[in-house]
């Protein structure tokens, strides 16, 4: 497997202490588990801040928000150097042919074969045959593509994990190409080829053998050269070496520049940027020529360690650095995830938990700050200043400052959006009691917040979640029960008799207000699942009739997969479902046949096999049984392995199976029959006592001891030790 | 008369203790990805009259769902001669759990690998050691791999055993290796507890009883190793490797109120790291009565004693907290 190999960053960039401890966590892309930024979050830091800034907003599980690992170490400039050259070569050569030789793997060998026809002063090879060698710009391409191509040999290799001398012999430049690079820069006479030749000198240098040669390079020819992309990818060159040996300030330092001037190059710079002690951190402040450089080690400081201490420190320097844009955003997306993530059960607990929780130190920071307007965009710290005080209880000035907000703000629909999510927030906060009146008011926000959905950017899926919670809380406080399970759903809601009667009618009503329309919407579970609950439950205390009345009222048609009336000697769930079935059942023509059963038993009529099969009937409408399906219902939600301690009555206990078997077993007339009855009853009991380890358990069940005492002579006993292997161990255990 | 027979068997018991065969061997392991050694280092080697040197050669992990070697040894000094080398490979378990893994194939890899490595290095081994923390999912995948280690090279396999895997060998497994060696540390959780993580005697405790049973001969690791974990409002946020009390202790910006814990009064760049006040820094260590503690715990409990014990890790840091304990290393192998 190749590796590409980013050999200059794994020998010389540092891998500081956060992306360390973060290492172990793999971005998840889109689709996958990842839950995303606005599980626990409302604010969303796009909605003012530059974009170039978007890798360093706060990502707790990511290296970088949204992109994770920086992995544009080989492409980055790939665009930029297309179009500048093309821009060079205009007219000479297409943007295709252009980016064909500065890119492509045919580009290589085109460049080896044109570069030997220019030196041989020969015509180029037929598949080339278009490009003019004769232009002066295109051979300077040429030539400088020849030595270009030579030098990515060593920045850019590949190399197999699993090949120890490919990865430790990695190939350097030589002094020879080092050489030819300053040359062809000192002897360059046009302008934009003396800039490239400058820039693959920097790069020859560095990818040497020699790296401070690098170093060198630059302070000598530093003042010559204009201050673009290739001045700060050189830059940041220099501040590798740097920090290879260990001259951290300067090399902080720099990268605290590059960061600064280039933006393409911020997730390097930030990546890089690691001090390790105090001094070397104040020395590289020492080195910062003016306010501008000073507060950008503050910014990159800040990233890192302490984002209060680093806005304060930016603000004394330059109140409108674009700097503190990014550091607020990240104050408060920590601040309000933490906050978020509180629970609640009454509105006023939480209310007043929150504000102890609140750091204060980050509402005066902010909110003080907000206050003086003096930053580059006090819109942005009114946001953050209001959505703080929410949490801190002070609704007043919230609706205050996002009232200032959206007077200076530039319009988009991202901003729209934000400022009437956290003025929501702020309306709910304030909010004690629901009423018709605060109903009306409020339903215009929550529909437009439900129909909006998970969105790409804009943080709206925490609020859509919390503000249910909110809602559901104060209803049940107020006592109503029904608003409160429609907003937020509670597992255990049915259990109680009069909450499902309540829900009931609610659900039969004939009017719906806009409010309770937009309840309704928010809720999925109907009239006819909980009649089919109620049949459900009815079912296992033997209310067949009940059972039925209900279940044909809830309209279920739902099949059961297999015969619910087999007793076999061994579950085998997915046979019986696979098996052919003359007929199949549905939940209701399920309880009919039961209800004919119990019927004839009822009037003693052929006791034995309806009550043989009523007892399996019962068995398979456990969790032990092929007829897990009747209880498959939205509001027992009883769909795996673990079954709620609550439903072990009905799902985990054989008690009513057991009966019949036992009505069975004494309506029996032959020992076949009644040996069928106690392997059944065996069953039974091994379901409720046995825990999965034959090895280190009793397999003494009442139905075994029978059936080896009494029913050794019948065909029924042989099939049972041929299918059941506890039956088998037991024997040979000889008890 | 039964007074006396009780008596007699006591003292009998009591004879017992003293261990009639040679103390085992000390060795070390070497964990640094540039092999060095400097006088210290070299001076300790003679000092124990070290015969092997278990060295780190590489980790596994997966990278980008394949399993490849990562961080790999480079060798910038020679041994002393009389010292042999053991490469030791660290798998990480996601390597084992990876589905369908190719177990041969990375076997091949890996032996091709430490060949490599070798050839470059000027050196010959004859032995390699597998340390993975194995469990319950990965057993399987694990014990074919070794399987495939033993089947094509000639060496001596050795594995680490952990303490849930002596405990609970009846499911975990036994390790197809000609030996394993009990790694007897970070049995504990790193944490915001006081109790130690890389050794705490109540958890050790709750292993000793079961490892007489263990069907296969041990030998030893042991601790020699310090380290610092750095917390935040009681959540860990960093391990410092290396470091120690005094790291902290002549630190203005640190205060011990109750050990092990430094409280952080100030904000500090330390370390490459951030310290904000009120973080904690727990720091462990592990004394010369640690170690003895450990040798007798173990030693009572060991079906047979170990041929060799091993010290994790070589390093004149580590070395320097034991400095005014001149045989302390050769007392802990007597005692087996």
């Known amino acids: 497997m190749k590796k590409i190999s980013w050999k200059t960053l794994a020998v010389l960039f540092s891998i500081p202490a956060l992306a360390l401890i973060a290492y172990g966590v793999i971005y998840a892309c889109a689709g996958g588990d990842w839950e995303g930024y606005d599980y626990d979050s409302s604010f969303t830091p796009e909605v003012y801040v530059d974009e170039s800034y978007a890798p360093l907003f706060y990502a707790p599980n990511d290296i970088f928000y949204g992109i994770g690992f920086d992995a544009e170490y080989v492409g980055r400039f790939n665009d930029d150097i297309v179009a500048d050259w093309s821009t060079y070569l205009k007219g000479r050569l297409s943007t295709d042919e252009v980016s064909m030789l500065l890119l492509k793997e045919e580009g290589v060998t085109a460049v080896s074969q044109l570069y030997t026809a220019l030196q041989k002063k020969q015509q180029p090879p037929p598949a080339f045959s278009r490009i003019n060698l004769v232009d002066e710009r ?30 430790k012999k990695q190939p350097v430049v030589t002094p020879q190409t080092v050489a030819r690079a300053e040359q062809l820069y000192a002897g360059a006479k046009d302008e934009f080829l003396k800039n490239r030749y400058w820039f693959q000198a920097m790069k020859a240098n560095f990818y040497s053998a020699n790296k401070q040669n690098a170093t060198a390079f630059f302070e000598k020819t530093r003042n010559t050269v204009p201050q673009n992309t290739l001045y700060y990818r050189s830059m940041a060159y220099v501040a590798g070496v740097a920090y290879q040996q260990k001259q951290y300030a300067t090399s902080n330092y720099l990268y605290s520049v590059v960061f600064d001037k280039c933006p393409v190059l911020r997730t390097v710079a930030t990546y890089n940027f690691h001090p390790q002690e105090e001094a070397d951190f104040q020395a590289s402040l020492a080195m910062a020529k003016n306010a501008e450089e000073k507060a950008t080690l503050w910014s990159l400081f800040g990233y890192y360690a302490d984002e209060k201490e680093a806005i304060r420190q930016i603000y004394k320097l330059n109140p409108k650095s674009d700097h503190l844009d990014y550091l607020l955003t990240r104050l408060v997306n920590k601040e309000e995830i933490s906050l978020n993530s509180e629970g609640f059960t009454s509105a006023d607990e939480y209310r007043e938990h929150l504000k102890r929780q609140v750091d204060q130190q980050t509402l005066q920071l902010v909110t003080s700050l907000a206050k003086e307007g003096k930053t580059g965009k006090p819109y942005l710290w009114n946001l953050a200043a209001g959505y703080l005080s929410v949490f801190n209880g002070d609704n007043t000035q919230a609706t205050q400052y996002f009232s200032k907000a959206e007077k200076e703000a530039p319009p988009s629909d991202l901003a729209t959006a934000q400022l009437r999510i956290l003025r929501l927030i702020n309306t709910l906060h304030s909010t004690n009691r629901l009423d018709a009146a605060v ?38 406080h107020q006592g109503n029960v029904v608003q409160g399970e429609l907003f937020d759903r509670n597992r255990t809601y049915y259990r109680t008799a009069s909450n499902l009667e309540a829900m009931k009618a609610f659900l039969q009503k004939a009017n719906y207000t806009p409010w309770e329309k937009m309840a309704l919407s928010l809720y999925d579970v109907n009239l006819s699942n909980i009649y089919e609950y109620e049949a459900i439950m009815a079912a296992y205390e033997g209310k067949l009739e009940n059972a039925i009345a209900l279940m044909q009222k809830s309209g279920n048609t739902d099949q059961l997969p297999g015969n619910p009336f087999n007793g076999k000697i061994q579950d085998c769930h997915d046979c019986d479902h696979a098996a052919a079935q003359k007929v199949k059942y549905t939940k209701l023509s399920f309880l009919q046949k039961m209800k004919e059963m119990q019927t004839h038993v009822d009037k003693s009529e052929d006791i034995y096999n309806n009550s043989l099969l009523l007892g399996n009937a019962y068995y398979n409408m456990t969790y032990f049984g092929n007829a897990r399906a009747f209880y498959y219902n939205n509001i027992l939600d009883q769909y795996g392995i673990y079954i709620d301690d609550h439903y072990n009555p009905q799902l985990m206990t054989c008690t009513t199976a057991s009966r019949y078997y036992k009505m069975a077993l004494a309506a029996a007339t032959t020992d076949e029959q009644r040996a069928k009855c106690v392997y059944l009853m065996a069953k039974c009991e091994r379901n409720e006592k046995f825990k999965g380890d034959p090895e280190n358990e009793s397999l003494a069940w009442e139905g075994f001891k029978q059936l080896k005492t009494k029913y050794a002579h019948t065909k029924y006993y042989k099939e049972v030790i041929n299918e059941c292997s506890y039956f088998s161990i037991y024997l040979n255990r000889g008890h | 008369m039964k007074r006396i027979t009780v008596l007699v068997l006591l003292s009998m018991l009591a004879a017992c203790r003293q261990p009639d065969h040679a103390p085992p061997a000390i060795s070390f392991y070497y964990w640094k990805t540039t092999f060095r050694l400097p006088a210290a280092e070299r001076a300790a080697l003679q000092q124990h009259r070290v015969s092997t040197l278990y060295v780190r050669y590489c980790d596994v992990a997966l990278r980008q769902g394949q399993p490849v070697p990562v961080s790999p040894i480079v060798f910038q000094e020679a041994l002393p001669r009389s010292v042999a080398i053991v490469p030791v490979v660290y798998i990480k378990n996601e390597v084992m759990l990876h589905p369908n893994l190719d177990v041969a194939d990375i076997a091949q890899k890996l032996l091709h690998y430490i060949d490599q490595i070798n050839a470059d290095a000027g050196i010959q081994t004859g032995e390699l050691q597998i340390d993975c923390d194995w469990t319950l999912t990965s057993r399987d995948t694990y014990f074919r791999f070794l399987d495939q280690l033993k089947r094509q090279s000639a060496k001596r396999l050795s594995a680490t055993i952990r303490l849930h895997q002596v405990k609970y060998y009846a499911t975990t497994g036994l390790p197809p290796v000609d030996r394993g060696v009990l790694m007897y540390y970070n049995m504990g959780r790193i944490g915001p507890a006081a109790a130690r993580s890389i050794y705490d005697r109540p958890t050790a405790q709750a292993y000793l009883g079961s490892i007489h049973a263990y069907p296969r001969p041990l030998d030893v690791a042991l601790p020699l190793f310090t380290w610092a974990i750095h917390l935040r409002d009681d959540k860990v946020i960093g391990l410092l490797n290396k470091t120690d009390r005094d790291t902290f202790a002549n630190d203005p910006h640190f205060e011990q109120k109750t050990p092990p814990f430094f409280e952080v009064k100030e904000n500090v760049l330390k370390l490459g790291k951030y310290f904000k006040q009120g973080d904690r820094v727990k720091v462990e260590a592990i004394t010369a009565d640690d170690l003895r503690e450990m040798a007798d715990d173990l030693s009572g409990e060991l079906a047979q004693p170990p041929a060799q014990i091993l010290f994790y890790d070589l390093d004149a840091s580590n070395l320097n907290h034991y400095n005014h304990e001149k045989d302390l290393l050769e007392d802990v192998s007597r005692s087996f």
């Open chain 1, 439 to 476: 109903e009306t008011r409020l339903l215009p926000e929550l529909e437009w917040l439900y129909k909006t959905g998970d969105q790409e950017t804009l943080r709206s899926m925490h609020v859509t979640s919390w503000s249910r919670r909110y809602l559901a809380s104060l209803y049940r």
């Open chain 1, 138 to 167: 295109v051979k300077g391409f040429i030539i400088f593509l020849n030595l270009a191509k030579e030098i990515e040999n060593a920045s850019t290799t590949a190399y197999e994990w699993w090949d120890y001398d490919e990865s």
